[in-house]
């Protein structure tokens, strides 16, 4: 799909801005109705779902250059699909992939962020978009009674993802994660060295191609290993092998399960039991890779037909992606059962929620922006009372415990295993 599928959408862009804000149906606290860090920090149009749709109209009809303030304005954004929600629920646009088409676009006529190129040098050479050895890979895992399935079979695959591969600091939750696996008589095993990224992050700076290469390894992989089912702890691998490498076309019979789904399904089977209490209030962030990023892809091909020389529809119809199909319920199971936990949400959930700021390649390439955006969350778990901010992916643990300094709110930052292990 190029930029030029798009050019209905762009063209039909009314500025509404309605793709700035939550929708004011489930909008509850004055100070937390925007849904967009872009618009919010940056603060002009072009920083916006809105304004982007402008921008790829220009470049793509030749009516604009590409200098360093338009990858700014490009690159200044997440990639987080919260104005795609609030777009889609009055109009029938996309404006989400007319936003990735254009970084596509941009990659292939060689309109290139420098920071962003150290990181895809890096995936080219390591496997892996922390820059760093593929040899290191696996490390994390030593001393688990693990198997490594290159060499032993096992029905599930644990894919940690590049995070937990190489954050040290993460390590002890990666390890906690396959452990509780383990404990509970899963037949699951490791790739170790032999785990590459799923290409994911590399895909949202537009490096299509990236994605295309990763979808075909990490397939061919778990059908010469025999796997039946892949589980992975990160939500941006989650979303990459559920939902992008669908997209892409690849076909494969492996069931993707994100942890928590996993979790959620072993203590419905009384696998898992959480028996210890945990006294503590708690909120939940719903990552956008496993909340509305996370809503199954659903191909779509026909017509765009108009309707009385003014209206287009779709011919067939086309199914309206609107994010409310993500993974909600499994985390937010886990924590109720907890024992002894006061679980509150905030102000901005599910499909709705305010990102982590870590995603699109703004961690990479604006440091400062995605601290500026965890630090924004980290205050909205403090006003709802919450203690803890419980999140599901290492992309956002990473990013909210940057990003503590960056605020006043007084808030611990967990992912969701560390507490199912104190609970166990
Ligand atoms: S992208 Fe959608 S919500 Fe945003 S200004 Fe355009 S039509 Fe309105
Ligand atoms: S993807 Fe997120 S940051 Fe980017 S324009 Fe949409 S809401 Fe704003």
Request: proline fraction near 4%; glycine fraction near 8%; charged fraction near 25%.
């Amino acid at each position: 799909m190029a930029l030029d599928t798009y050019e209905e959408d762009m063209l039909r862009c009314t500025r509404c801005s309605y793709c700035k804000w939550i929708p004011h149906q489930v909008m509850s606290d004055s100070h937390f109705l925007t849904v967009c860090p872009s618009i919010d920090r940056y603060n002009f149009h072009g920083w916006s779902a809105g304004g982007r749709q402008i921008a790829a109209l220009s470049l793509l009809k030749g009516r604009t250059n590409v200098g360093e303030k338009f990858l700014d304005m490009i690159y200044q954004c997440q990639m987080c699909g919260g104005c795609d929600v609030s777009c889609k629920i009055e109009r029938d646009l996309e404006p989400y992939e007319v936003m990735q088409q254009l970084r596509i676009m941009c990659i292939e006529r060689g309109d290139i962020i420098p920071e962003h190129l150290l990181f895809i040098d890096g995936l080219k050479k390591e496997d892996n978009m922390m820059m760093e050895s593929k040899e290191k890979r696996g490390d994390w895992a030593e001393g688990l009674n693990v198997k490594v399935l290159t060499k032993e079979h096992a029905d599930v695959l644990f894919h940690a993802g590049c995070r937990y591969s190489f954050d040290h600091e993460l390590w002890s939750t990666c390890r906690s994660a396959l452990t509780i696996l383990l404990n509970a008589g899963v037949d699951i095993g490791i790739l170790g060295k032999e785990e590459t990224c799923c290409g994911g992050r590399s895909y949202e700076m537009g490096y299509a191609s990236e994605l295309m290469k990763y979808a075909e390894h990490n397939t061919d992989t778990w059908k010469a290993a025999g796997v039946k089912t892949v589980v992975t702890p990160c939500a941006d691998c989650y979303q990459a092998f559920k939902v992008l490498y669908s997209k892409t076309g690849q076909k494969h019979a492996v069931e993707v399960l994100h942890i928590t789904e996993f979790i959620d399904r072993l203590m419905k089977e009384g696998k898992i039991r959480l028996t210890k209490r945990v006294p503590l209030t708690v909120t939940y962030h719903d990552p956008c890779h496993l909340g509305r990023l996370a809503e199954p892809w659903v191909h779509w091909e026909g017509k765009k037909v108009k309707v009385n020389g003014q209206m287009v529809v779709h011919d067939p119809p086309k199914k309206k992606r609107c994010g409310a199909n993500g993974v909600y319920e499994a985390p937010r199971d886990i924590l109720r059962k907890i024992p002894g936990l006061n679980f509150v949400e905030m102000h901005r959930i599910r499909e709705y929620a305010w990102c982590c700021g870590a995603g699109g390649g703004v961690k990479e390439a604006y440091p400062d922006f995605a601290e500026w955006t965890a630090a924004r969350r980290l205050e909205e778990a403090a006003v709802v009372g919450a203690k803890a901010l419980v999140s599901a992916c290492p992309w956002c643990k990473r990013n909210f415990i940057d990003a503590t300094p960056n605020t006043d709110a007084r808030v611990e930052v967990y992912d969701i295993i560390e507490l199912v292990e104190q609970a166990i």
